[in-house]
């Protein structure tokens, strides 16, 4: 009886002992949950997730508050990214996310642009030159197409315009399935 | 050169048919000058060139129109003197059939030389990063197909001391015989440009890889390189096997070595080039002359008199077509580059760029459309003949599942996209489409990954900077706001202690006074 | 020229092999092997492929109709006429008919089509078939016939016919006249009543190495997986690995002990061995991709092979070993990736 008591007794210490020491010694420095969100998020800053940004939103994804489905830019990837990383189920996109872009930039016309700075001050990743009463212009390469420049914009001037595929980012299609798996059609 | 060289083998390749026959027994041939050429700005591997000249500008055979955007990139010179007559999108040799930025050019027909720089004789007393600067200029880029600026591959600098310099000239691939022409006709260029690379990339010798079916060409070199009484070059052939032309490949066969799967053959002390590279580096550093044609075969079973041109570039497919006689039979595709690797070009206007080495019409017997796809079997004939040593059948599962992390782990970028596999299948998967859609997705992805970082800092920068100013206002409007205060306490005071004072000596007054009186009415 | 043909990539020259041509040169290996069994058992064994094949055929026209898939040119790649075959070389002469179809039709529509078809089943579909009729009709999966250079009669087409279809035997004789086990069941069975192998071997059933007529079958069958061999349809590795790894461990029991465990040889030509080594274990489908992982998925189908024969319950297990390495194969295949080129060896692949 005694003997069984002290069995137990050691064999959970020594346990206790070993799981205290891996807990210690094999500790993962992993990122926050939120930093790891944000990474897959496209980062375009639109707030069409109805959050700030897209930092905000990761971290409303983290706690909880927010679904996986409502950011438009990262479209059905992203969705599925997120749901890979949090091991939720995949779900069907928000109404307003599902209708997915052509990837764009904001093209500034340059006869009509009276140099009023609004859209500098609503572009979240400065991708606007200018000062006041002097033209605008758009940063091609650092425009996340937003369109957050968009509607402050007083006389209408900024235009979406969607990036074009060149040879540089041309991308071989997915290959054509079988041919007896077409014969059914 | 007396006994053979031992040679050691790569992992799988394929026995094929060569079809060289058809187009290596004439000379090279000249073209007419096309009525307008057509110059791709991205011509090589790393940065589009930067057009040096604009619409309507007159331009000198050999002057250059664009210059290289960065290290690793390289410049285009007019390859005949005329009309600068358009810069814009045109159609040009890629598999996506789109437009890229273009520098049409109208000849003029005198074929007019720009002043030149001098040629560099005595190169064995130049410095080699001298050397490299012509080469640089040339516009010098991989002419076997791969187009990286050949200034950057011989800048050794920093790495491992090279023993050798490695002469590719193989070629491979089926129908393609401009290498060989090249050899036979130009072989003293070539032992000249491999002295200089030698010394450029201080290899102790050269070994020129090339194919047994090329024996007139080795006997070219062979003679080139007595008359010049180079004896640190040596003439190898190698077993006809596609493909030996594989850089690591060729350099498995050569020397034994296997090139480290991410690194570069300078890691195994190697240098590789090819031949037709070589030759353009002699033109360069010995007639100070650019990079501004290249040879072409033109072959096929639809092609009426297949034969090798030289072909300035920007010439239309076409016009090389024409002067191999023109199409046969029917009309059917026109593959630039070889059976296995090459692409079908969507347009027979499209320019000859650098990388363009052959014109292939072929008749539908000899490339019949692919047989009608089936499922895998896994019956792993991919793996016996891929060169790379990898699983071709792991990867197209994840490729075709879109896995990009797995494919990744299988290789993906170790495969050099031969299409041994592909050849093999007897499901007739198209094995290399598959790979290479992974690739390009994994490119895109990254793009995407870092177009969103970029974002991601920008917007930080941004956050934080509208924090930091507002924090420098509120902090400006606090220090405002103190010195107003103290101003205020510093103005009060006095007045306060004159008001205290005077109340003091009120009271102290009136003290005395009740004092006195209290006294007096006492008294 | 049209958008999808500029969007084919190269290569644009395309080998001479098919599955189809894989396929056909599977069954002409296995004529000279089918042949013998001919030759020795009786027309029985024609009637099997015929039923086998047919019935694999028709399951697999009309799954292949149910899946909106094209049938014809699906039939086209042989694969259904290989299963159907395999499965009749291990079956008895003499099963009743429908008995042998409900195995061609389970091997076809259960373990190959409910998988996705050819390409895609985890398990090779002859073998699940076989094993699906030996646990479930014992008795008569275990009544094979005596070759016929020890009986010295034969059964003639219409005698076999009637067998197979009325399911009786012969007029005026009993099953116990016509059938005869194994060389297998037979060792098996004169081992567990501690009878000697000497005593074992005077035996009628036995030949110069292996069961009579068996021996000779197997040779046949070798022949065959030869061929496939040369012709590069197989490699050499997993049949290589089987039979070596089944002779290295049944001479090792036969040098501890001759008389309790049989020649080595005996494992090879008596049972299904060879056809199971070039023909089934290497069906490609089922099996390891990798050549390291050829060597070890074969060398313990070997071993398993031994072992069930010698400690387990059914005196053949060619099948059992194959479908358990079956299910041990993408397994296998992941832990043996070859170093690729460039790699240095040993960092994992």
Known sequence: MITAILTIAGLATLFGLVLGYSAIRFRVEGDPIADQIDAILPQTQCGQCGFGGCRPYAEAIASGEAEINRCPPGGESTMIALAELLGRDPIALDDEAAAEKPKSVAYIVDAECIGCTLCIQACPVDAIMGAAKQLHAVIASECTGCELCLPPCPVECIHMHPIETTPQTWRWPYPAPPAREVANG | MAEPRELSHFHGGLHLDDHKDESNTTPIRDLPLPAHLVLPLQQHIGHVAEPVVAVGDKVNKGQMVARAADYVSAPIHAPTSGTVSAIGRRPVPHPSGLDDLCITLEPDGEDRWDTLPAPITDWRDTEPAELRERIRWAGIVGLGGAAFPTAVKVNTSGQRRIDTLLVNAAECEPYITCDDRLMREQAADIVDGIGILRYIVGAAHCLIGIEDNKPEAAAALRSAIATAGDDAIEVVEVPTLYPSGGERQLIKLLTGHEVPSHGLPAAVGVVCQNVATVAAVADAVLRGRPLIDRVVTATGGGIAQPGNFRVRFGTPAASVIDAAGGRTGAYGRLILGGPMMGFTLHDEQVPITKAGNCLLAPSDEELPPPPAQRPCIRCGECARVCPAQLLPQQLYWQARAQDFDKVQDYHLFDCIECGCCAFVCPAHIPLVHYYRFAKTEIWAQERERDKSDLARRRHEARVARIERLEAERKARLRQKKDALEKNTAADADPKKAAIAAAMQRVAAKKAAQEAASETSDSE | ?349
């Not at chain 3, 009637?47 to 898939?69: D, M, P, T």
Request: with cysteine; charged share 10%; hydrophobic share 55%.
């Open chain 3, 1 to 349: 020229m049209n958008k999808l043909e500029i969007s084919i990539s190269s290569p644009h020259l395309s080998g001479p092999q098919s599955v189809t041509r894989v396929m056909a040169l599977v069954l002409l290996a296995l004529v000279p092997g089918t042949l013998a069994l001919l030759w020795y058992f009786g027309w029985g064994v024609i009637i099997n492929i015929a039923l086998a094949v047919g019935s694999a055929v028709v399951a697999e026209a009309i799954v292949l109709r149910l899946r909106g898939r094209a049938v014809a040119d699906t039939l086209l790649d042989l694969s259904a006429v290989v299963t159907g075959w395999l499965l009749a070389l291990a079956l008895p002469p003499l099963l009743p008919w429908w008995q042998t179809v409900l195995g061609s039709v389970f091997a076809i529509v259960i373990v190959k089509q409910l998988y996705g078809g050819i390409g895609f089943n985890p398990f090779n579909p002859a073998m699940a078939g076989y094993v699906l009729l030996l646990v479930s009709f014992p008795v008569t999966m275990t009544r094979w016939l005596a070759p016929e250079v020890i009986t010295g009669q034969a059964l003639s087409f219409a005698d076999s016919l009637h067998i197979i279809f009325a399911g009786l035997p012969p007029a005026g004789q009993t099953w116990d006249v016509v059938s005869s086990a194994t060389p297998l069941d037979l060792m098996r069975s004169e081992l567990s009543q501690n009878h000697m192998i000497s005593e074992i071997r005077s035996s009628p059933l036995w030949g110069d190495y292996g069961g009579r007529g068996w021996e000779w079958v197997g040779n046949w069958f070798l022949l065959g997986g030869l061929f496939l061999i040369w012709q590069r349809v197989i490699s050499w590795r997993i049949p290589v690995a089987m039979l070596g790894s089944l002779l290295l461990v049944a001479g090792l029991f036969w040098a501890i002990d001759h008389e309790t465990h049989p020649f080595p040889a005996f494992h090879l030509f008596s049972g299904g061995a060879i056809l199971g080594a070039f023909f089934i274990a290497t069906d490609p489908v089922s099996a390891c991709t990798t050549p390291r992982g050829q060597l070890v998925y074969g060398a313990l189908i070997g071993l398993f092979v031994f072992i069930i024969r010698t400690w387990g319950g059914y005196p053949d297990a060619v099948a059992f070993s194959v479908l358990l390495m079956n299910m041990a194969a993408p397994t296998i295949d992941y832990y043996t990736q070859p170093r690729i080129f460039g790699q240095r060896s040993g960092s994992d692949g």
